[in-house]
């Protein structure tokens, strides 16, 4: 069975810090990836997505970047964080061609 | 452009009566994917069903069904039989017509359920 990790679970980090967060899957290979946001009381934001190895789209400009080094790994970056990237941050997969996705347990990252 | 409307930003339900979930959509797209997740309070997302356009039958499963009416452009789900684990943020989704390869969803603002005994 597929199953798909994310840490750290929760981040406090001061604003200019960098950050990195890290999704991985087991247990499929060539998944499609994901990386959402979500803000206090609301709903999913698409922040990047990837069909393979370092093939990488951007949703949105913002301060965030994402790599995918392995076939089974992607990481959300930033190089200076601001008070505006904090939230709740999942990372999804699904099979390709899409289906439906499945997604890890989040990251919390709070800013200050 | 897809856009997923929730109205009901909170609802409550007694333990072992039906609920339904308001969800409406806006696409241009002639095929396109409905979806419903639940968030419990630990922030997992967690798929429950999924509906094609081009379905006729209505999705169900074990105790979720999704009320498809494509002319009104509504997906709402429906939760037989609730109980206090169904507390949760319940989230409508849609994938547009695929292209690139890509599985772009666009989420509603979700709908806060709560079962009450």
């Known amino acids: 069975s597929q199953t798909i990790h994310q840490w750290p679970a929760t981040l406090v980090q001061p604003v200019g810090s960098p950050l990195s967060l890290e999704c991985t899957v087991e247990g499929t290979s060539n998944p499609n990836l994901y990386w959402y946001r979500q803000a206090a009381g609301r709903g999913l934001q698409l922040l990047f997505y990837?069909?393979?190895?370092?093939?990488i789209s951007s949703e949105v400009p913002q301060n965030l970047s994402a790599s995918r080094p392995q076939d089974r790994q992607f990481i959300l970056s930033s190089k200076k964080l601001l008070l505006s990237d904090s939230g709740f941050y999942l990372c999804?997969?699904?099979?390709?061609?899409?289906?439906?996705?499945?997604f890890g347990p989040g990251t919390r990252l709070t800013v200050l | 452009a897809q856009k997923i409307t929730q109205t009901q930003p909170g609802m409550f339900v007694q333990e072992k009566e039906a609920v339904t979930l308001d969800c409406t959509y806006d696409t241009s797209d002639q095929s396109y994917g409905l979806f419903w997740y639940k968030q419990p309070s630990s922030g997992e997302m967690i798929f429950l069903i999924y509906?094609?356009?081009?379905?006729?039958q209505n999705a169900t499963e074990g105790r979720y069904s999704l009320n498809f009416q494509k002319a009104r452009k509504s997906a709402n789900l429906v939760i037989s039989a609730s109980q206090l684990g169904d507390s949760a943020m319940y989230f409508c989704?849609?994938?547009?017509?695929?292209?690139?390869?890509?599985?772009?969803?666009?989420f509603g603002t979700g709908t806060q359920l709560k079962v009450e005994l």
């Open positions: 509906q094609g356009s081009y379905d006729e």
């Open positions: 989704a849609m994938r547009p017509d695929l292209t690139g390869g890509g599985n772009k969803l666009t």
């Open positions: 999804a997969w699904s099979w390709h061609p899409p289906t439906e996705q499945f």
């Open positions: 990837s069909v393979g190895i370092g093939q």
